[in-house]
């Protein structure tokens, strides 16, 4: 019983036949505001009419406030001409009501009034004027008119909240039920992908409605999830690949030193072949966590305006001359950039990397051109080469940590350079892509927004 009152179902359908009987009452409420208000406007009407009549003809007054009294079959009306003394000279009133101002606007007042031989006292709605002798004229009517619309109002509103409760509850019951069965649907997907089973997913209607986005949403996120949890897989086993290859190297050449080595010079060769290892391990190692800390975006605190065609300049006069020793033509192009908010150091290190890995692609007697551009508000910093390009089957895998592609497994290199500069654009709000460059070979671009 506990769990029934404390479900939501039980709630939505209390929540509802609560808002029911509230518009029940307001219903009622303005029925009997507006039938009331009417009845008393129209009475009040009558009220000032007659006593202006009665005071229009003084000579007249005690007829008129007989015939008032007499042409009610229902007893209903009540009037009294009253002397300059108090004494009554016509009517049914047997003194003039107290409360009862003398300026023809009618008042809801208790008076003692002669009926069939008897006197009663009564509550009725009364008018009065003064005549010119000094005389006083009431007209007045009683009030069981308007008590009784107030009562049929009552008796109806209680006739009626019994089944507007009951029909408001079973049918919150009933909506509630359904929106009970779609979230126990949500749920059990929900108890599964906590299990482990990250494939699977919400069911999602045709409606289009709150739940069906919420749904949608949840699956987009179980999707992203699912991916970057094949990711961290991808990059264990990467990271454990490419950490045995250089810790056995390292292991078999000191084995062999230590069986074979003579002298100190064959020591010595056998241990900056081991530093050589182990630098490359450190080296992967130190680009996983960088790329990790950009992901993570922890380095947002030193950005700043940053000039791409200073950064080009810079990056390009550092590496003419390896340029030079492998026979390749390197030039920049600084045309029109605009300014960005960025990290000077981070930028510069993506720059490097796409310059590095074109240098490392492009023939001797090639071509690299380093370019800072703006399109459309954007600014563009892009590595264009001549080398043999990237095919448009891997164009979007290079940017992933590991990855490399067929035309550079031969190349030194562990595949996490440009994984660096898609976390380092990512961090930034800029993207990354791969295109065709003009003249041959690849193009390789950062697009940082709101330049």
Known sequence: MTEILRSTAFRWAVGIALWSVLFALAIFGFV?????GL?????AETLRLEIRAVAADPAAAAERVDTWVAVDPHAEHYGG???PDGRRRAGNLDAVPAGLHPDGDPYRVGAMVELAQQRIHDEIWAASLALPDGSVAVIGHDSDELDRVQGMTMRALGVGLAPTLALSMVGGLFLAGRARRRLAATEAAMDRVMRGELRTRLPVGTRGDEFDRLAGNVNRMLDRIEGLMGDIRSVGDAVAHDLRTPLTRLRARLERSREQAAT??????????????I?????????VLRIGEMEDERRRAGFGPLALGDLVTDSVELFEPLAEERGIRLTAIADGAPPILGDQDLCAEALANLIDNALKFTPEGGEVRVLATRRAGAGILAVEDTGPGIPPGERDRVFRRFYRAEAARLTPGHGLGLGLVAAIAKLHGATVAVTDAPGGGCRMEIAFPGG
């Open 32 to 36: 009997y505001w507006q039938t009331a």
């Open 39 to 43: 009845l008393r406007e129209e009475l």
């Open 81 to 83: 001409l009253f002397g």
């Open 264 to 277: 100190v010079d064959e020591f010595r060769v056998a241990i900056d072949h081991g530093l050589a290892w």
């Open 279 to 287: 630098d490359q391990t450190l080296a992967m190692v130190t680009a």
